[in-house]
């Protein structure tokens, strides 16, 4: 199993890199002729928080890349032992495939609307029917079950470490799109709000 997972992640994590933020982003490019990627390099807290997301894609690269070309390299990534067999492993395999198919049907819900960030320019429409009536939040629910299944794959301070940051990023990231919708949408939000639970 190990070997065919050496060959599998680093597949797995393109085709994921590719139906949740490639081809999303170009979607949203061709439908409304704008960049979805709303991060920029200032030193708000928002574009700091884009740049905290990066650091965590590049973690989660390296620790897949790591595990599948270098024991050697590998092996200082701390792994924790009593987590580390094949049960966890499967486990694991099953949250992170499940977590893609939720997030890619949330974001296909989305449509146009769909953004990386918070775009303070092009206002969007809410989004309450589908998934999102189970979750105000889905695709970042489907990125915090993406870190916990990798982590039970690849147990190690690094997968932890990415875990940990990704759940509490997100949920500063949640707090500033809330404050965010809020004005733009009002009430409806509101109702909203009290309707649909934050995560699930």
Not at 30 to 42: D, M, V
Not at 81 to 86: A, E, S, T, V
Not at 102 to 124: A, H, L, P
Request: with cysteine; hydrophobic share 50%; proline share 2%.
């Amino acid at each position: 199993m190990i070997n065919i997972l050496k060959i599998y992640l680093p597949i797995y994590l393109l085709i994921y890199l590719l139906l949740i933020f490639i081809i999303p982003s170009y979607r949203v490019y061709k439908l409304k002729g704008i960049n979805p990627i709303t991060f920029k390099r200032s030193d708000s807290v928002h574009d700091y928080i884009g740049l905290v997301m990066k650091i965590i894609v590049i973690g989660i690269a390296l620790n897949i890349c790591l595990y599948s070309l270098s024991d050697k390299y590998y092996n200082f990534l701390s792994s924790i032992h009593y987590l580390d067999n094949k049960n966890s492993k499967i486990i694991g395999l099953v949250i992170i495939h499940a977590s893609l198919i939720w997030i890619g049907i949330s974001q296909k819900q989305m449509k146009e609307n769909w953004r990386i960030g918070i775009d303070e320019i092009n206002s969007t429409d809410l989004v309450t029917s589908g998934v999102f009536k189970i979750s105000r939040n889905p695709v970042f629910l489907g990125m915090i079950l993406t870190a916990s299944g990798l982590f039970l794959i690849l147990p190690n301070a690094l997968s932890l470490t990415t875990l940990v940051l990704t759940y509490f990023i997100i949920q500063i990231q949640i707090r500033l799109e809330e404050a965010h919708l809020k004005v733009q949408h009002g009430e409806k939000y509101t109702m909203y709000l009290l309707q649909t639970n934050r995560l699930i």
